[in-house]
Nanobody, 119 residues
């Protein structure tokens, strides 16, 4: 069993930056590729960024390319999301998730961290 806990969210002005963290406990995080998602009020959860198990490959939604950076530190069991140039419409709860090693969906989700961007 793995517990994922996100942190680092908060209130920021448009154009500002935040660094989100996802801490894993219970099992080594290097077992899993990891993704970040977000869900805005009244909208479906959407993929934001992903990173392979060893951090060699990263993936981004088109809407965040060039502004968001995903990284990981397997020695610390941490995954990060650096988010820059935030827009008000990116106000959402941000979640980290561990991909199933078999490629069949996600096996663990965090509880989310709120990011609020004021205009």
């Amino acid at each position: 069993q793995v517990q994922l806990v996100e942190s680092g969210g908060g209130l920021v002005q448009a154009g500002g930056s935040l660094r989100l963290s996802c801490t894993a406990s219970g099992r080594t995080l290097s077992t899993y590729a990891m993704d970040w998602f977000r869900q805005a009020p009244g909208k479906e959860r959407e993929f934001v960024a992903g990173i392979s198990r060893l951090g060699v490959n990263t993936y981004y939604a088109d809407s965040v390319k060039g502004r968001f950076t995903i990284s990981r530190d397997n020695a610390k069991n941490m995954v990060y999301l650096q988010i820059n140039s935030l827009k008000p419409e990116e106000t959402a709860v941000y979640y980290c998730a561990a991909r199933s090693p078999t490629g069949n969906g996600y096996v663990y989700w965090g509880q989310g961290t709120q990011v609020t961007v004021s205009s």
